[in-house]
């Protein structure tokens, strides 16, 4: 999705619009997510950009976009753009000793369970 989205449409409320944004993005990462998976991927992982305009679109995390549209609507910007485009993307496994050395760390951090 590489779209321009206006918030100043004459006729139309500005919050009421400023939701239909955000149901068209959420509907967008939804069906994307409901695709099936190339052989050997684990989930679909999203590349996002989110700008005024499209040359000034900077990458942003998936999990900041909605936060980015509130933030424009509030600053009353006109418009913005969002790029959100989807890609496999496979979970990298833990170093066996990981979460060892995390229970270690952990029975180590001063708490204890009660035992006085």
Known sequence: MKKTFQLQVEGK??????EAI?????KYLKRERR???PEGADFWDFDCKFGLTEDTAEVVHLANVITCIDTA??????????EILAKHGVRAKRPAGESREQQE???????????D
């Open 35 to 37: 695709r099936d998976l």
């Open 22 to 26: 955000k149901h068209d993005i959420r």
């Open 105 to 115: 760390r952990h029975a180590l951090d001063g708490f204890d369970d009660g035992d």
């Open 73 to 82: 609507a509030k600053d009353q910007a006109k418009q913005f753009y969002v």
């Open 13 to 18: 409320h500005p919050d009421r619009l400023l």
